[in-house]
């Protein structure tokens, strides 16, 4: 395990635009953070930098039953989504990449 340097909680996309344009300017490396659910590794900051843990964006935006979609913010979770869903004929199984 590799922690990184600090940890920020934005807690919405233009505070992310912000801090992602500050890291840049700095050459600092960013690694992204959103509910730790995943069996991807977590957060791993091999060369330090700053983890943006989106744990805190966790809206959904919308819903399109036309087309199966859905779009929400990195930090909803599975179970989250499902809750909303609940009544709509929809869930989100484990598993299931999004695009």
């Known amino acids: 395990c590799a922690p990184p340097d600090v940890v920020v909680w934005p807690q919405a996309v233009g505070q992310v635009q912000e801090l992602a344009a500050l890291c840049h300017r700095c050459r600092v490396p960013m690694v992204p953070f959103g509910t730790g659910t995943g069996l991807e590794?977590?957060?791993?900051?091999?060369?330090g930098g700053v983890c943006f843990d989106l744990s805190r964006m966790d809206a959904i935006a919308e819903l399109s039953l036309e087309d199966f979609?859905?779009?929400?913010e990195p930090?909803?979770?599975?179970?989250?989504?499902?809750?909303?869903?609940r009544g709509t004929g929809l869930w989100?199984?484990?598993g299931t990449v999004g695009m």
């Open 69 to 72: 979609s859905v779009t929400v």
């Open 41 to 47: 590794g977590g957060v791993n900051a091999v060369q």
């Open 92 to 94: 989100f199984p484990v």
């Open 75 to 85: 930090g909803v979770t599975r179970k989250a989504l499902n809750k909303y869903l």
